[in-house]
Every structure is written in C-alpha cells, then in structure tokens.
C-alpha cells in the first residue's frame, strides 16, 4: 500500500551484447559449470528482451479508433478537441484561480501539502479527458519502436508491489484491456511518449505541472477530494483501494465501500469531476513535469526524481485526495504509475 516504503530505483538489469548463436561454442569451450552459468543468463537476456519486444496486434483497437474518432468528428463535442485517432482526447479547462495544497484543518493532510497558497493558471489548458490509455501507449510503442528500460515493479500476488523480470506495461501482473491505463510507466517514458504525440500530431503535447494537475483535479472544489471529505463517498468516481479490495487484501486500509475494482478499471468507469476528467484521482498515479525537493544534482545535473500525483488503484483513502503528492525516480515503474497529457488549446 502507499505509505509502506519500499525499495526504488535501481535498474538492476544485466546486459549481455554476446548474440545467442554463440552459446552452444562458449558451452564447448568452457568448464561445464560455468558454462552452464553462462547459458542461463544468456536465456534470461533473451527472455528479458522479449520481454520487451513481442508486438502487439492493434488491428481491431485501430478500427475501432478510426471509427470513433470519425464519430467524434461529426459531433464536435463542445470543449473537446482529439487531433488524431492514435491521440487522447482532450478537455479544454478555463483558466482561473485556486489555493493548492491543503488547509490546516484537513486532518489526512501531509507536510509537504501546507502552507496553502494561492495560484494562477492564467491561460486555459487542454487536459487529458482519461489516463493515458494502454491501447494508446501500446500505438506508440509500435509506431516509434521506443523501447522502455523501465524496470516494474507489478503484482507477483503479495500486498506490496514487488519487482519481476517478467513485469513491464504489457504485463504487470493483471489482466488489463486496451481501455485500462496503462501501467508501469516511468517518467522518463512519460516524457518520451508526449514527444512522440507531439510528433504524430504537430501539436506542443507536454505533461501538466503540480500547479496545473491540481487545479484540474480540484475543479473548483476545496475539499479534500472533489466530491467531498468522505473517501466512502467516492466509490463511483475514483478506484481507490476499498471493500472491493479488502476481500484480496485483508490488511489493507480501504474506504468503506465498493468501486467494484481489484486492480485498474477501464478509463471512463466512474464519474468526472467538474471539469469533465475522469480519473483524476485513482486508479493510477500520474507523473507530472515537476522536480522533487533535492532531485537535482548539486552540480546542476538532470533531475532524478518526479512529481506524481492523484492516487491509485493500490492507495489507501489518505492518499487519493487532491492535494497529495508523490515523488520518485525518474526510472522507477509501478503497475500503479501512469501518465495524463495536456496541451495548450
């Protein structure tokens, strides 16, 4: 559960450049144990490696895009715009004010989320109406050939999320459908996949900023949550950890009732908020553009560790809320960890 702290970061991956056509002549010409030692991990960098390359086959998600995205053309949604099918639709939100973080009298609230203070978004936004989607994470993969590095720690059948070899976006230890979120993103492949849209559309997609991520999830709201203060409140438009996920995991803090999901549900499943997007909080953390507090190196480096934000399907109730925030390394994957996109209109 969010709040349990568990290891992050590190790769850990072992690289081998020998081709597999040689294994059988480094058998012959090395003692037995060693080059059966050799052998296996030339097998588990073959399979690490298909790992991440086997295609996936989006024939019937492209035409059943295609015909969406012509749908969506003849009505025009006010507020909308989609600029391509292999794109998420957007919601253009207004521009205003609000106070970010979280008042004293919020009782669930962390250090990090006070002193309130007032901010501008000065400008409208086009926000994401959902997560990004794996069916739209899954395009971009075979239509760039990116080819993560990121390292996922998914659901090996434990209350932790822990990390496998076999773990990445297309299996992260659950079924998901091409309208779930996709999962086990990094930052580094969340800002590798909005320049790649940017590319695919000609239009400046970008990640939101802390400042822009809450004022969208907060749509005019100031409590705790944009429905309310009650995570019980919530089962109809957040997947949180609750009831639903009680019945697996027994130690688990939820709220007191039922989101009808175990792991992610399908973008769309519960209600939007007042700016009509879904998902903001639960179902699947979303990186933000923001540096943590002592990301950077002293030296002026790049920085190491992001910003997330909204909660997920894995987060006890203290963490779904509009003002928490989270941060971890830049490369680190979870089968919690998502994306949303945004430009400007």
């Not at 999320?161 to 773990?167: D, G, M, N, Q, S």
């Not at 006890?316 to 830049?330: G, I, L, M, Q, T």
Request: glycine share 10%; charged share 25%.
């Amino acid at each position: 559960m969010d709040g349990c702290r568990v290891p992050e970061g590190n790769d850990g991956m072992i690289r081998i450049g020998t081709p597999a056509r040689d294994i059988s002549t480094m058998a012959l010409t090395l003692p037995g144990s060693l080059g059966a030692v050799v052998v296996l991990i030339l097998i588990l960098a073959t399979l690490a490696g298909w790992r991440r390359t086997v295609p996936e086959d989006l024939t019937d998600w492209r035409a059943e895009r295609l015909a969406a995205f012509h749908s969506w053309q003849a009505s025009s949604p006010a507020r909308e715009i989609w600029d391509h099918p292999d794109a998420p639709v957007l919601v253009t939100i207004p521009a205003g004010s609000y106070l970010q973080g979280s008042p004293a009298t919020e009782t669930e609230r962390f250090p990090d989320e006070t002193p309130q203070h007032p901010v501008s978004i000065r400008q409208p936004i086009a926000v994401g109406k959902y997560p990004v989607t794996r069916g739209e994470y899954a395009r971009f993969i075979q239509d760039s050939g990116y080819r993560p590095r990121t390292i996922c720690r998914g659901y090996a059948g434990e209350t932790e999320l822990l990390p496998r070899w076999h773990f990445s976006w297309r299996r992260p230890g659950f079924e998901q459908t091409n309208r779930d979120p996709a999962v086990c993103i990094s930052w580094h492949d969340a800002k590798a996949y909005v320049d790649w849209l940017s590319r695919r559309t000609g239009e400046s997609y970008r990640l939101l900023t802390e400042a822009e991520w809450e004022y969208a999830a907060r749509a005019g709201t100031r409590t705790s949550r944009w429905w309310g203060d009650d995570p019980a409140r919530g089962c109809d438009a957040a997947n949180g950890a609750d009831l639903s996920a009680k019945d697996r995991f027994t130690d688990w803090e939820v709220a007191n009732c039922r989101d009808g999901a175990l792991f992610t549900a399908p973008v769309g499943s519960y209600r939007p908020n007042g700016f009509g997007l879904y998902d903001m909080l639960g179902n699947v953390w979303q990186w933000v553009e923001d540096c943590a507090a002592g990301g950077t190196a002293q030296s002026g480096g790049p920085c190491s560790r992001r910003m997330m934000r909204g909660g997920s399907w894995h987060s006890n109730p203290r963490y779904v809320r509009s003002a928490v925030r989270r941060a971890d390394e830049a490369e680190s994957g979870y089968a919690a960890y998502g994306l949303r996109v945004a430009r400007d209109p």
